[in-house]
């Protein structure tokens, strides 16, 4: 386990109703496991830990991740990928530029919009179609 890059790197983000249902039933999972090594089990705390509840080896996890991708049928990404794919996302869906760059931990917007916002051109064109509807009241 690293400590975190910066000071904004530790923080609580919100999560969807759909991902806390999935972690509940991940945890319930985990806690018939625990009860099941007993002693054995040390109990972290953890979401994502080792069969005996210690710190998973981050190889280990990365070799997890790789697998539950190739197994999905996407295309091979990093966990970095998905970073960039979830800001992104938010921005070609409207999200508010100041909610993903809190979400991504950087201190100023203009971080978030000088990496995410050149990806996908389209954004230039959703802005002028809704700066049309808004104007012509056709929201």
């Given at each position: 386990m690293k400590d975190v890059k910066t000071k904004s790197s530790r923080r609580q983000i919100s999560i969807s109703s759909y991902l806390v249902e999935k972690l509940l039933l991940y945890k319930e999972?985990?806690?018939?496991?625990?009860?099941?090594?007993?002693?054995?089990?040390?109990?972290?705390?953890?979401?994502?830990?080792?069969?005996?509840?210690?710190?998973k080896d981050s190889r280990n996890l990365l070799r997890e991740f790789h697998r539950y991708i190739k197994k999905s049928g996407v295309p091979k990404i990093t966990l970095h990928?998905?970073?960039?794919?979830?800001?992104?996302?938010?921005l070609i869906y409207g999200e508010n530029p100041k909610i993903v760059a809190e979400r991504l931990g950087h201190a100023d917007v203009t971080t978030t919009l000088d990496i995410y916002s050149h990806v996908n051109p389209d954004l230039q064109q959703q802005a002028a179609d809704r700066f049309e509807r808004g104007f012509f009241n056709q929201a």
């Open positions: 999972k985990q806690e018939k496991h625990k009860e099941m090594l007993g002693a054995a089990y040390n109990d972290l705390d953890m979401v994502f830990c080792a069969y005996d509840g210690n710190f990928d998905l970073r960039h794919l979830h800001a992104t996302l938010l």
